[in-house]
T-cell receptor, first 113, second 112 residues
Framework: DQQVKQNSPSLSVQEGRISILNCDYTNSMFDYFLWYKKYPAEGPTFLISISSIKDKNEDGRFTVFLNKSAKHLSLHIVPSQPGDSAVYFCAASVSGSARQLTFGSGTQLTVLP | EAGVAQSPRYKIIEKRQSVAFWCNPISGHATLYWYQQILGQGPKLLIQFQNNGVVDDSQLPKDRFSAERLKGVDSTLKIQPAKLEDSAVYLC??????????FGSGTRLTVV
């Protein structure tokens, strides 16, 4: 039972264009969502997060949008850079669960120069 | 600040052998997690510690996996005996309340 789903295993984008990574969830109890970036042979690193009381959060080139009614969130990267090429994981947690994270399966983003 | 240290980085063992992984969290981080990441999947929580006590081990296959966190600092995760399906990257993460996770680089286990 996958509670967090990333249906696109891979995405290729031209440098300078927008990258949009999508994530769906099924557990209505999730109230905090995060995106992690992972390079080969390294652990995931935190990128950006959003609380369920918001529908948008921005940090530089990265913006996360949350649509609670659709149980959907997306990560926008504008403009995309070759250094953004990595696996992106969507994760979710429930308040009071000691911040245990449930991860999606990841999307490999390739930014082409 | 030093990150989360894990060793070894890579390990290859035969099925039915035993293996142990070590994690040294960031100093002062009371919460420690072990995650298993199978190729093509996202990390899955195995066990969570708060100081030296277990908070949640509901997803740990206790017939073969064990973990401990002595003195609330370092932690070890052991598999005995290993199965082919245990091939994965084992990630350790630590956290201090109010802040996010810091992951280590992981141990890649291959069971042949």
């Amino acid at each position: 039972d996958q509670q967090v789903k990333q249906n696109s295993p891979s995405l290729s984008v031209q440098e300078g264009r927008i990258s949009i990574l999508n994530c769906d969830y099924t557990n209505s109890m999730f109230d905090y969502f995060l995106w992690y970036k992972k390079y080969p042979a390294e652990g995931p690193t935190f990128l950006i997060s959003i609380s369920s009381i918001k529908d948008k959060n921005e940090d530089g080139r990265f913006t996360v949008f949350l649509n609670k009614s659709a149980k959907h969130l997306s990560l926008h990267i504008v403009p995309s850079q070759p250094g953004d090429s990595a696996v992106y994981f969507c994760a979710a947690s429930v308040s009071g669960s000691a911040r245990q994270l449930t991860f999606g399966s990841g999307t490999q983003l390739t930014v082409l120069p | 600040e030093a990150g989360v240290a894990q060793s070894p980085r890579y390990k290859i063992i035969e099925k039915r052998q035993s293996v142990a992984f070590w994690c040294n969290p960031i100093s002062g981080h009371a919460t420690l997690y072990w995650y298993q990441q199978i190729l093509g999947q996202g990390p899955k929580l195995l066990i969570q510690f708060q100081n030296n006590g277990v908070v949640d081990d509901s997803q740990l296959p206790k017939d073969r996996f064990s973990a401990e966190r002595l003195k609330g600092v370092d932690s070890t995760l052991k598999i005995q005996p290993a199965k082919l399906e245990d091939s994965a990257v084992y990630l350790c993460a630590s956290r201090v309340q109010g802040y996010g996770y810091t992951f280590g680089s992981g141990t890649r286990l291959t069971v042949v």
